[in-house]
């Protein structure tokens, strides 16, 4: 580990690029959820019904329907059978989520990300420990779960205790009980479990990770032998797990990053002040060489000459 890792995250990528570049998938990613969210308050706020609905269903403008896919198909194991307008919506956001990479969702429309990130920085900030951790597989069984409890209840379980609608709902109506979700939230990732809502716990993002596990728009660690193990890249991915296999790979190992955790998020790319990743596809097959490792010292022996 380098002594590098002793600095503020992002020190060097600020130090070299400036602070803007250091930061812009982070201010790009703030923009979309600000503007998403400016879409669907337009109205309640405005009276501007631009969009009218929220991220579980909305129609825009009059004509463009979107559902969202996991909605769908609670209401489906339910026992409700959607409208063609509903399933023409769902038809539409999985479409393009299976195109782009399901977990685009987390970091570039779900609201709550900025809630999360903000944990996850407060952590950093008081040099928390990482607390309980979850196993990755734990958001899968409660995915799984909120489709039993919809069947078994005929609802759309997740709906009572979702903090994306939670947060919808407190900023329409102001304070209220639905806050109380969002801070659970904050709190949980802030002194329970490091980063553990998004990355262990969340059902939505555990299935759009599952509709975008071949999809098109990866991140490419292709100049990882230039990395200089600041460590930088894993303490602002919210799913480090997935950049050991690209960044650490040998010469014959692909540099793109293909775990269907990975949010694209592209904050790797902003904080890495060597350039080591980049936004590519999944069929590029450009080489990378692996990383030249510093071999080890020879220990001396007991008795050995110096």
Request: proline share 6%; net charge positive.
């Amino acid at each position: 580990m380098s002594v590098k890792t002793h600095l503020p995250v992002g020190h060097e990528a600020i130090r070299d690029k400036g602070l803007i570049p250091a930061h812009r998938f982070l201010i790009l990613h703030r923009l979309s959820q600000l503007f998403l969210l400016s879409l669907f308050l337009l109205g309640p706020w405005f009276g501007l019904w631009w969009a009218k609905g929220n991220l579980s269903g909305s129609l825009t403008f009059g004509v463009l329907p979107l559902t969202d896919p996991f909605i769908l198909l609670q209401g489906m194991v339910a026992g409700h059978w959607p409208e063609l307008t509903a399933l023409i919506g769902a038809a539409i956001v999985a479409a393009v989520y299976a195109l782009i990479g399901g977990r685009m969702y987390c970091s570039w429309v779900c609201p709550v990300n900025a809630v999360t990130d903000t944990a996850a920085w407060a952590h950093r900030r008081l040099d928390l420990p990482k607390g309980w951790q979850p196993k990755r597989a734990t958001r899968y069984y409660v995915m799984g779960m909120v489709l039993a409890v919809s069947a078994l209840t005929g609802t759309i379980a997740w709906e009572m205790v979702n903090p994306i609608s939670m947060l919808h709902r407190g900023l329409i109506f102001g304070v209220g009980f639905a806050w109380t979700f969002v801070v659970a939230v904050f709190l949980f990732d802030l002194f329970v479990a490091r980063r553990g809502w998004c990355s262990h716990i969340c059902p939505v993002g555990a299935f759009y990770g599952l509709l975008g596990r071949k999809s098109v728009l990866r991140v490419s660690a292709e100049k990882r032998v230039a990395c200089d193990d600041c460590m930088d890249c894993f303490a602002v991915c919210p799913e480090m797990h997935v950049i050991t296999p690209a960044l650490r790979g040998k010469d014959e190992d692909t540099p793109l990053i293909l775990s269907p955790d990975c949010t694209n998020c592209g904050r790797c790319i902003d904080v890495c002040s060597v350039d080591v990743f980049h936004f590519t596809h999944r069929f590029d097959d450009t080489s990378a060489p692996g990383r030249v490792r510093a071999r080890p010292k020879p220990t001396k022996k007991i008795g050995e000459a110096a």
